[in-house]
C-alpha cells in the first residue's frame, strides 16, 4: 500500500518570500512517481511538477522546485518568490508500479500568501 | 484549446435518482479517471479506464457506475445505491497509463444531494 501524509494542514507566507510544503511518502516500490497539484478555490486541480524515482536531479519549473529526498521518502515542494495567486490548496500524490494507475493523495496543505 | 470539460458545475439530486456527470477530453488521451473529493480532504480513486470499452473499479466504486464507448468521453452515473454521494467529482485524463505519465483534470462538478 502506498501513503501520502502532509503534516501542515495550513501556512501563511509574506508575499515575495519562499515556503516549503512538506510531503512524506511511504512505498515498498522500487520505480514510483511524485507529483504536486494545486488547487485553487475554483477547484480545478493544476499539475505543477514531477520527480520520478530515479531521477538524480531535484525536478524545477519555473518558480516551483521539488526537494527530492529518496533515503527520507520525502519530497517537498518549494514555491520561490510567493504571489497573491499562490493562494491555494496543494496535495502531493504520487504513483508507484505496484498501485498501477492510481494517484494516491495526500490531505493537502493549504497556503495563504499575505501582502 | 486542448482541455478536459466536464458538466454540469453544479447538480442537485433528489435522494433516489440516478445522475450522470460528463466528462469529455479532446486531449486524445487514453486513460481517464474519476475521483472523489470531500471537504478538507484528498482525492480517492472511483473508476478509471486505460481503452475504450474498458474499465476497472477504484478504491471507492460501490453504487457508482460508468461506460467508456468512446476515447474522448468517460460519463460517471451516481447511482441511488451510493448513500453519501454530496462531494466534489474530478474527471482527469493521461496520456497512456503508465507510472510517470500526468494526469490531467477537468474543472470539476459539485454534486449536492437535497
Known amino acids: 500500500a502506498q501513503k501520502i501524509t502532509q503534516t501542515q494542514p495550513g501556512m501563511f507566507v509574506q508575499e515575495k518570500e519562499a515556503v516549503t510544503l512538506d510531503c512524506t511518502y511511504d512505498?515498498?516500490?522500487?520505480?514510483?512517481?511524485l507529483f504536486w497539484y494545486k488547487q485553487p478555490s475554483s477547484g480545478e486541480m493544476i499539475f505543477l511538477i514531477y520527480?520520478?524515482?530515479?531521477?538524480?536531479q531535484n525536478a524545477t519549473e519555473g518558480r516551483y522546485s521539488l526537494n527530492f529526498q529518496k533515503a527520507r521518502k520525502s519530497a517537498n515542494l518549494v514555491i520561490s518568490a510567493s504571489q497573491l495567486g499562490d493562494s491555494a490548496m496543494y496535495f502531493c500524490?504520487?504513483?508507484?508500479?505496484?498501485?498501477?494507475?492510481?494517484?494516491?493523495f495526500g490531505a493537502g496543505t493549504t497556503v495563504t500568501v499575505r501582502a | 484549446d486542448g482541455g478536459i470539460t466536464q458538466s454540469p458545475k453544479y447538480l442537485f439530486r433528489k435522494e433516489g435518482q440516478n445522475v450522470t456527470l460528463s466528462c469529455e477530453q479532446n486531449?486524445?488521451?487514453?486513460?481517464m479517471y474519476w475521483y472523489r473529493q470531500d471537504p478538507g480532504q484528498g482525492l480517492r480513486l472511483i473508476y478509471y479506464?486505460?481503452?475504450?470499452?474498458?474499465?476497472q473499479k477504484g478504491d471507492i466504486a460501490e453504487g457508482y457506475s460508468v461506460s467508456r464507448e468512446k476515447k474522448e468521453s468517460f460519463p460517471l452515473t451516481v447511482t441511488s445505491a451510493q448513500k453519501n454521494p454530496t462531494a466534489f467529482y474530478l474527471c482527469?485524463?493521461?496520456?497512456?497509463?503508465?507510472?510517470?505519465?500526468?494526469?490531467?483534470f477537468g474543472p470539476g462538478t459539485r454534486l449536492t444531494v437535497l
Open positions: 482527469a485524463s493521461s496520456s497512456d497509463a503508465g507510472g510517470s505519465d500526468t494526469q490531467y
Open positions: 500524490a504520487m504513483r508507484g508500479n505496484s498501485n498501477d494507475y492510481k494517484l494516491s
Open positions: 486531449l486524445n488521451h487514453d486513460a
Open positions: 479506464s486505460q481503452i475504450v470499452n474498458d474499465f
Open positions: 520527480q520520478g524515482s530515479y531521477d538524480e
Open positions: 512505498t515498498s516500490d522500487q520505480s514510483y512517481g
